[in-house]
């Protein structure tokens, strides 16, 4: 097996014979016909040595211990110790001596403050009873003023900063006797306006849209994070809690994913689930630890009941629960082809007033196919920090004019895609008009090859006064007008 860079070894001439801190090899493992033996002991401070075992699958008790510290003055004893009871157990001889000594950890002296412990601990111990303690505790120490100086002993490698040695000093003294005392301080209420909510709006939207809130881990498998999202640099831990979870996660959506597979693995048939939490990209990005809102809708688009037809929820069933979450705001939709974790034809960036705020789409079939699900689910993540605020409803008094519905249907180019007439007409600047929408897409017999027709919606009133047919044609034109010259559409004849 090779090891790591990382990693120390005890050698010989021959080669390795152990894992430095964690383990012996079986060359160096003393069986019944052992005849000779050759003792070593050493120290290694807890950070060459934790994580280590964890990555070799082993544990040992050498790197239980090695990892939380060990007293260096121990290896000299250690040695005394072990050769004496060999010679008086098995009648061993002592041999000669090889010792490779460098610098031991040094203990720098610790200064203890009383001032600092009273306010620590909220009691005042005393000069008297902190001296008693740190006698008790074989803490040599000399006192100037209001500090000591303490001088830590080998062994109590723990100690190392001011705050150990109060929590030392509360330990002896006993808990009991602290007192429980109420905290005190001055609240001030912040001023806020009422005229939007809070970022936790959004989540508490989506909640209202039937979404279940989980939380989860922020460290997921390196392979997950390469087949989803193609990073292949992924922020490592340096000491890991399972193999598989590695690496911080640069997205949300592996830890939906495998929430969606264990409800899947349950024979749950339905799913709406979101979550908010930070992700992870890395040094060179400029924000390294952005905070996101990703979810993700499965199965049937609503609950099984008679009324209503039972179909598998799509791209434009989420796309309009996000829709309610950002209004009043305009939610745009262009095509993303790009990403390893969504299908390219059914995926599309996010924007909200020309601005990209994050992603949507249907899981790729090869995911899909790899976590066996019968659908695909519709996955989106969005950046918290690129939301807007949502605004709160305002009271509006009916308007008492009447409005006017006007119908035009318009040959574009295959390729111009619904966002890009919606943008086009919200440029007139057109005050009347209220409203536009798609209610109609015709390919087929009268329409020549490459074209395709689109049958608008438009909604025009004046708040002030009853519009003339004049006054109603002349936005009528004016929007086929500008669509002409955006995206060479044509009225239909």
Request: glycine share 8%.
């Amino acid at each position: 097996m090779a090891l790591d860079a990382d990693y120390l070894v005890i050698a010989d001439a021959k080669g390795a014979q152990a894992v430095a801190g964690v383990m012996g090899g079986a060359q160096s493992a003393v069986t019944e016909g052992t005849r000779s033996i050759f003792l070593e002991s050493a120290h290694f401070v807890p950070g060459v040595i934790a994580g280590r075992a964890r990555r070799l699958n082993v544990s040992s008790d050498a790197a239980h211990r090695f990892e939380r510290g060990v007293d260096p003055t121990l290896p000299d004893r250690a040695m005394a110790r072990a050769s004496q009871l060999l010679a008086d157990l098995c009648g061993a001889k002592p041999g000669p001596i090889s010792a490779a000594r460098a610098a031991l950890p040094a203990k720098s002296a610790i200064r203890l403050r009383e001032s600092r412990a009273t306010a620590v601990i909220g009691l005042d111990l005393g000069s008297k009873t902190i001296t008693g303690i740190l006698d008790r505790l074989g803490l040599a120490h000399q006192k100037n003023g209001d500090a000591w100086t303490v001088t830590v002993p080998p062994h109590r490698f723990d100690l190392t900063l001011e705050e150990d040695l109060i929590e030392e000093l509360v330990r002896v003294h006993g808990y009991h006797a602290v007192p429980v005392r109420a905290p005190v301080g001055n609240l001030n209420l912040v001023p806020r306006s009422e005229a939007s909510l809070a970022p936790l709006g959004h989540a508490v939207r989506l909640a209202l849209r039937e979404y279940l809130e989980v939380i989860t881990y922020a460290f997921i498998d390196e392979a997950d994070e390469a087949a989803l999202h193609g990073n292949t640099d992924p922020v490592r831990l340096a000491n890991p809690i399972a193999r598989q979870m590695g690496v911080m996660r640069s997205s949300l959506l592996a830890g939906l994913l495998g929430v969606l597979r264990s409800n899947a693995a349950h024979r749950e048939v339905r799913a709406r689930i979101f979550e908010r939490g930070r992700v992870f990209l890395g040094s060179d990005a400029p924000d390294q630890q952005p905070e996101h809102l990703g979810g993700l809708a499965w199965g049937a688009a609503t609950s099984e009941q008679w009324g209503v037809p039972t179909r598998v929820v799509d791209f434009f069933d989420v796309k309009a629960d996000l829709e309610a979450v950002l209004a009043p705001h305009r939610l745009d939709a262009t095509p993303l082809r790009d990403h390893p974790a969504l299908h390219p034809g059914r995926a599309a960036t996010l924007c909200v007033d020309g601005q990209d705020i994050g992603w949507i789409g249907e899981l790729h079939p090869r995911h899909v196919q790899a976590m066996d699900l019968p659908s695909a689910p519709v996955v989106f993540e969005l950046s918290l920090k690129s939301l807007p605020r949502v605004s709160l409803p305002l009271v509006v008094p009916p308007v008492r004019f009447p409005g006017v519905r006007r119908d035009i249907a318009v040959l574009v180019d295959e390729a111009v895609e619904w966002q890009a007439i919606r943008s086009a007409i919200a440029e007139c600047g057109l005050q009347t008009l209220e409203s536009v929408w798609l209610f109609d897409i015709y390919r087929g017999q009268g329409i020549e090859s490459g074209k395709k027709s689109l049958a608008i919606g438009m909604s025009i009133r004046d708040t002030l006064k009853t519009l003339t047919d004049a006054e109603i044609d002349a936005v009528v034109t004016a929007v086929v007008e500008h669509l002409g010259s955006r995206t060479g559409a044509t009225l239909r004849q």
